[in-house]
């Protein structure tokens, strides 16, 4: 099976612009998560779609968000860019039970200048 | 309030010797979890995980311990190799977030040959 994708990998974009990121899950899989990942910290939740629903959502605010396909690809915009945003933003597939383990892509690198 | 915490940003071993990699989490509604390595540049790739019905899961030279009453578990690699050398994350997750993990801030760990 081809592993999680994530188009496209590296990204810089200027403050105030918009951007979107996308990721294609693994073959059967209905769930995709997105993190982002800040230097030195962990991977903080933003949010989980699971058959074209938001199921889960952390605690970013409204200038993130996403949408899932019928196909389960998921995509993922940020507007209104800042420069604390620069970050690698990783999205994770599964089969969206809890005990499933999340499959992540490479990550796409966005660099906020 | 972080939920899943790896006190030890790092951790130092020799080739052949035990790496204990350690994590605490607070929120009684967890029950699985997982740990993940990561190289820079890549996302992170599932290593082992345990559901809460188990204290303990071995897989290869990686054993998870897990202790409910303290919540608290631990990644036991033995014997440890110089490839073994990346940031390893604790995850979490629960019945009622199935799609959502929460992430430790990760332990980088060093195998010195």
């Known amino acids: 099976k081809a592993g999680v994708t994530q188009t496209p990998r590296y990204l810089i974009k200027t403050r105030g612009q918009q951007v979107t990121l996308s990721c294609s899950p693994i073959s059967g899989h209905r769930s995709v998560s997105w993190y982002q990942q800040t230097p030195g910290q962990g991977l903080q939740f933003l949010f989980e779609y699971f058959s074209e629903t938001q199921r889960n959502k952390g605690n970013f605010p409204g200038r993130f968000s996403g949408r899932q396909f019928s196909n389960s690809r998921s995509e993922m915009n940020v507007s209104t860019l800042e420069l604390g945003d620069s970050a690698l933003y990783l999205c994770?597939?599964?089969?969206?039970?809890?005990?499933?383990?999340?499959?992540f892509g490479p990550g796409t690198r966005l660099t906020v200048l | 309030d972080q939920q899943v915490k790896q006190n030890s940003p790092s951790l130092s071993v020799q080739e052949g010797r035990i790496s204990i990699l350690n994590c605490d989490y607070t929120n009684s509604m967890f029950d699985y979890f997982l740990w993940y390595k990561k190289y820079p540049a890549e996302g992170p790739t599932f290593l082992i995980s345990i559901s809460s019905i188990k204290d303990k899961n071995e897989d290869g030279r990686f054993t998870v311990f897990l202790n409910k009453s303290a919540k608290h578990l631990s990644l036991h690699i033995v014997p440890s190799q110089p490839g073994d050398s990346a940031v390893y994350f604790c995850?979490?997750?629960?019945?009622?977030?199935?799609?959502?993990?929460?992430f430790g801030d990760g332990t980088t760990l060093t195998v010195k040959p």
């Open positions: 994770a597939s599964s089969s969206g039970t809890n005990t499933d383990t999340q499959y």
């Open positions: 995850a979490a997750s629960g019945n009622t977030n199935a799609g959502k993990s929460t």
